[in-house]
Antibody
Framework: EVQLVESGGGLVQPGGSLRLSCAAS????????MSWGRQAPGKGLEWVAK????????YYVDSVKGRFTISRDNAKKSLYLQLNSLRGDDTAVYYC???????????WGQGTTVIVSS | QSALTQPASVSGSPGQSITISCTGS?????????VSWYQQHPGKVPKLLIH???NRPSGVSDRFFGSKSGNTASLTISGLQAEDEADYYC???????????FGGGTRVAVL
């Protein structure tokens, strides 16, 4: 069974940092683009970042460029998202997801919650 | 404000068909056949229903049908069932500064 498990969320003050992790199992991790998406409380889905199979290409939504960094470790079958200079509007459930098709996310983790508040 | 525009809500009676629209631009929906649709029940993880405009992943009911005309994509749900009550999101590849864009979501109610 393909499974993605996120961790690393929590409560952080504005301006602070967090590192999210996503552990993959049941798939050939290195074969796929991987993405992070998020959903603010009561709001819709938002794509956040994407990384290609070997980590050499990275893409971000405009609102996180320069603050968030996506990375991966294929040997550990893990995806990461470094969140810096956090703001209140970054408060959301963050999902790790597999790009199984063309720009479509076919496997999602359960999510990890990030709350930015003083 | 979302890059793709969806109606806030759509409703129908059991057995009916409903259609959810997703309007973008030539930089996303209209320019590429990379439109996807997701279903999300309250408190649950999103589920991919449609990819590449019309394709259903294995296991997705054939009651879900995707299409596109110009800058607008559509998701049609036929034979509406109570279990179809959920939020539905479209997304697309974008040649703009953001690689992938989502719609704001549509709440489907089964009356």
């Amino acid at each position: 069974e393909v499974q993605l498990v996120e961790s690393g969320g929590g409560l952080v003050q504005p301006g602070g940092s967090l590192r999210l992790s996503c552990a993959a199992s049941g798939l050939t991790f290195s074969n796929f683009y991987m993405s992070w998406g998020r959903q603010a409380p009561g709001k819709g889905l938002e794509w956040v970042a994407k990384v290609n199979q070997d980590g050499s290409e990275k893409y971000y939504v405009d609102s996180v460029k320069g603050r968030f960094t996506i990375s991966r470790d294929n040997a550990k079958k893990s995806l990461y998202l470094q969140l810096n200079s956090l703001r209140g509007d970054d408060t959301a459930v963050y999902y790790c997801a597999r790009d199984g098709y063309n720009y479509a996310l076919d496997v999602w983790g359960q999510g990890t919650t990030v709350i930015v508040s003083s | 404000q979302s890059a793709l525009t969806q109606p806030a809500s759509v409703s129908g009676s059991p057995g009916q068909s409903i259609t959810i629209s997703c309007t973008g631009s030539s930089s996303d929906v209209g320019g590429y056949d990379y439109v996807s649709w997701y279903q999300q029940h309250p408190g649950k993880v999103p589920k991919l229903l449609i990819h590449d405009v019309t394709n259903r992943p294995s296991g997705v009911s054939d009651r879900f049908f995707g299409s596109k005309s110009g800058n607008t994509a559509s998701l049609t749900i036929s034979g509406l069932q109570a279990e179809d009550e959920a939020d539905y999101y479209c997304s697309s590849y974008s040649s703009g500064t953001t690689n992938v864009v989502f719609g704001g979501g549509t709440r489907v109610a089964v009356l």
